[in-house]
């Protein structure tokens, strides 16, 4: 704000002389980052700080709770149990991810636009539902096990088990899976697979030896997301793991809303952080792709900075041998991929739909298909006992939609218009790091440092952290909005004698307000949907929506679950169909006019 | 001119921004503060059926007298986590439903306001009343098993430990006490010589269940996954066990023999906002038509004498602590012990769980 409002005639031609034409951005943007900064690091990084140095001072100074928590081989076992249950769902979730990738870049239209809704259905899904569908399914009275007695089989136990939590956990991050894969194939063309193939491989030989390889950037990004995001899983080994399937973040859970051992809660929250922190840095060592990029859940800035190396190794060339053998044999050629893939695009897509029977069942029990029907939970969501819940979590998103948006278009603004580098690369590191830090781990910090302020079991508690965890997408999506923003008007508007503000109000908002409106979205939806943090900081004053869904899935078999499955289908479909509709008329009347 | 203009107002626009925002907070700590004007206490007690069946048969009857709002907590049997509260000064229960193994820990860790007990009386067993608590009711934690997994049933602690006879899922909640004094009957030894309790044969004889035992965070979730026939047979709360039972969701039985049985009592912690209205609601579990409804609700024996005397042999024959429902390894736990030895305890059994 050094420009003088009263006489702009006087300023304006001060700064053209002032830079000299040495640099061309206006400089004062980089303070617009202050208020997003300071609300990360107070509220995000703060508590997660002090909660980690709870590990050495609590009970007493020293490190008994890290002799305790790696001396004991219960709890060694769930370290490694965390990490080979998330490298499962990682491996699972590639298996399934791959073939689904390829077909949504190089498929036909269709089977491009059902893949599309088929992941994307799901990853608008709360957490907490779609880890109701898996109750139901791999039940004891589900469809899978119903199936095998059909065949006369014994009954399989999947619920409480690791078995539930890996399969739950490779459909939940499937999407993070695929979208770098897809980026990352995108960039690829047909070229060099048509070239291999005139010099004689066949089609499975060609795709091992050439086109697997181009892909291994995607590869890395998708294996990295989903580990790192299945390591910190909360809700789905909580909910699906029992005492068998649990991992780091129900033991952080416990430690702390149980048993009150903050101690031990820490110790486990410091060596989760720090496996998650490990394998990002080691991830970007060897990639050289940023923080920024890889929450960006994008692989295509991978494929650029480093062309995959061609050479695969002798692994490679045995498979690329054992390829060519299968293509002798004639297997692989025909339709059978897409077939393939559209199969498990269905398989994706199908757990939504189990709820709606069970939306319908006459009683409490999640039997599949159930005994009668009866519409009693559907009057059931329409009391107080649901209503309350889904109120408060409306209210909470409003305001952090609003509260986001704001600081999250100022810090974007920073990062993209900003001067100073190193503010620059600090700001954006900080506002993509709750995006990628185990959100477990922040939620027992809040709740920890939250509890001596009194914030713990109030809106304004759960807002505040909610911001914190809305602040990276309203970040990135304001950023790339804009990054593709000529900064050239804002300079002609500043050679008119165009204040900051006025640039920003006149100029920059009009031109980026569909970005800040799909980010302020984005921040509504992350916060209506969130689960964890819900979970740790809401309890008797306030409870929000996904906290009461939390409580009827743990505690009461409750079918009032399935009807929100129901609802929130039904409105998913009816935005998708209205957007469509949306698009098609501006379409046309664009192409009329 | 223009500018100048445009800048006041952008200015001002700013101004309203920021304003809307504070408002926004404002109301939010409105709506979570102080925006009752009724009077409010926060009980603790287990959530789910349990919870439902407490606001019916207490809570709702005294909120409609008294017109003090009640607010529920699920944390009742987080022992460790009460007193943590409480020492950590952030207590923001008024009443919390403890069973006499949690009472006597709660006592050891000197977190409880003592009670005017003076006025209160006609106790079927007035000894079970303390300085700190009132006994409102006695349950019992029963051995149970789905009839459709397990055909036989289960006769004593031994059956539920015998996995060559008797295979399938076991389900227990989380809590040690009663689940070690079981291990040891089931390893032989004699329901009089149990305390102290000999934890490392105790905790020997669970490791040969561990593979075959599920252990769930509350009663509701074990509920829940019995409810769903996860769960072959285990160890729980006879009114959760109703609960199912009744509801028709899976075919469940249970029996006496080896029932441990407990006084069900109503505590208020140091440092609760509202005491006065707590120890009221104290004073209004004991109306006789309040004790009614809960055996009639969770099937759990009445404390008060009048209300006892009052009941037919077949009520009483299926009620906890009567004569009826005695069997040679029925036991009460030992709260003296569990009072010096409780907090180590959990400790190890939070150790053992996680192996």
Known sequence: MTTTPTIPDADRPAPASRTGGRRHRPRGWDLSAVPAVVVVAVIFVLPVAILCLRSVTEPTFGLDNFTRLLGHSGYVDSIVRTILISAASTVLALLLGYPIAYQMVHGGAWLRTFLTVAIMAPYLTSILLRSFSWLVILGRQGPVNKLLEQFGLEPVAMVFTPIAVVVSLSHYLLPLMILPLAATMRTIGDSRTRAATSLGAGPAQAFVRVYLPLTKPGIQ???????????????????????????????????????????????????????????VLVFQRLT????????????????RTRRAKRSGGRILRLAGRAAGGLDRLGVTRGRRLPILAALLGALVLAPQFIVIPISFASTKALVFPPVGYSTQWYAEFFTASWLDPLGVSVRIALVVALIAGVLGTLAAMAVVRGTVNGWRSLTSTLMMLPLLFPTVVAAAGFYAEFERVGLVDTEVGIVLAHVTLALPFVFSVVSAGLRSLNPAYERAAASLGASRTVQLRRIVLPLIAPSIVTASLFAFLTSFDESTVAIFLSGVHVKTLPKRIFEALSLETNPTVAVISVFVMACAAVIWLGYALFRRITRTSRSTS | MRTHLDVARGRRRVGAALTAVVVALGGLTACSGGGDEKASITYAGFGGTYEEAVKAALFDPYSKESDVKVLYDSSGSDVAKLVQMSKSGS????????????????????????????????????NAVTEYS????????????????????????????????????RGMVALPWGILEGALIADGVPVDQLYP???????????????????????????????????????GNLARIKSIATSGAVPLDYTWKGAVLSVQQLV?????????????AIKFSLKPEVQTAIMDKLGYTPSQKSVLDGLDAKTRADLPGTAETASDETFRIDVDWWAQNGADVLKRWQDWLHA
């Not at chain 1, 390591?231 to 859970?253: C, D, N, Q, R």
């Not at chain 1, 009150?260 to 110790?267: E, Q, R, W």
């Not at chain 1, 050289?288 to 494929?303: C, I």
């Open chain 2, 268 to 280: 208020i912690p140091k440092g609760a906002p509202d005491a006065e209205d707590a120890f009221n």
């Open chain 1, 288 to 303: 050289g792709m940023s923080t920024t990029e890889l929450a960006g859940r994008s692989a295509t800035a991978a494929t």
């Open chain 2, 197 to 235: 309790l000999d934890l490392d044969r105790a905790f020997a004889k669970l490791d040969s269940i561990r593979d075959d035992t599920i252990f769930f965070p509350s009663n509701g979730d074990l509920q829940n996954a019995i409810s769903q026939g996860e769960i072959a047979l285990g160890y």
């Open chain 1, 221 to 279: 990004a998708g294996s990295v997301l989903c580990f790192v995001y299945g390591i910190g899983a909360f809700v789905i080994p909580a909910l699906l793991g029992g005492s068998k399937g649990s991992m780091l973040g129900s033991l952080i859970h416990s430690a702390i809303k149980q048993s009150g051992d903050y101690g031990l809660a820490s110790a486990a929250a410091l060596v989760l952080g720090a496996l998650v922190l490990g394998i």
């Open chain 2, 134 to 169: 009132v006994p409102w009711y006695t349950f019992s934690r029963n051995l149970f098993w789905n009839k459709d997994q397990v055909a036989g049933g289960l006769d004593s602690w031994a059956d539920l430990f015998d996995t060559a006879r008797i295979p399938g899922k």
């Open chain 2, 91 to 126: 207590m923001t229960l008024d009443l919390i439903d403890a069973e006499d193994s949690s009472l006597a820990q709660f006592i050891a860790a000197d977190i409880l306001q003592p009670i005017d007990t003076s006025g209160l009386d006609g106790f079927a067993d007035p």
